[in-house]
């Protein structure tokens, strides 16, 4: 059995390599799948709370939503793996889970805040004067508040569970 001295020495050696590029792709697809299933999970319990049947969606909006989510949640996904696989993360306790769900938080409301951005720009562009962007804020940002939270909230927490399969962990009982 390795000593803590040796696993902190590991680190550091020359011969270790941080598993960048893994961490990166696992990232960028597999927290998307993981998003897609906790919000198709949440989808699936408002219908059944709802007494609706499955049959009134079908299954052709399960494929949308699933390739709809897949790509909106891959570009945040993927800010998310080069920011953890460029700080070198490792799990050494239970509280850096605390850390890479903040860190999933930031990069969803990032990447909200440039998709506004964008429907600003997008906007002024196409014609639309300058005095109409206070109510176009206030219809993507305001009204749309309690789903802008829900998605950063599942992007915090697609980040722990892929940090939990993907990133490196020190041996249990290590810090102890």
């Not at 699933?66 to 460029?86: E, N």
């Not at 850390?99 to 720009?121: D, E, P, Q, R, T």
Request: contains cysteine; proline residues 5%; charged residues 10%.
């Amino acid at each position: 059995m390795t000593t803590k001295q040796e696993i902190l020495a590991s680190g550091k050696q020359p011969g270790f390599i941080y598993p960048k590029v893994k961490v990166i792709l696992a990232y960028a697809f597999v927290v998307p799948m993981i998003g897609f299933l906790l919000s198709f999970l949440g989808l699936l319990i408002i219908v059944l709370l709802n007494q609706q049947s499955m049959n009134n969606y079908g299954f052709a909006l399960i494929v949308a939503f699933f390739i709809i989510a897949f790509v909106v949640a891959i570009i945040p996904a993927l800010m998310m793996g080069v920011w953890i696989a460029k700080s070198q993360i490792y799990i050494k306790q239970k509280k850096d889970y605390v850390g890479l769900f903040l860190k999933g938080f930031l990069c969803c409301v990032v990447f909200l805040m440039l998709a506004i951005l964008f429907l600003i720009i997008n906007d002024l562009a196409n014609g639309l004067p300058a005095h109409y962007i206070s109510s176009r804020l206030y219809d993507n940002f305001i009204k749309q508040y309690p789903a802008m939270i829900l998605f950063t909230m599942i992007g915090g927490i697609s980040s722990m569970l892929c940090g939990k399969l993907f990133l490196p962990k020190f041996p249990y009982q290590f810090l102890s």
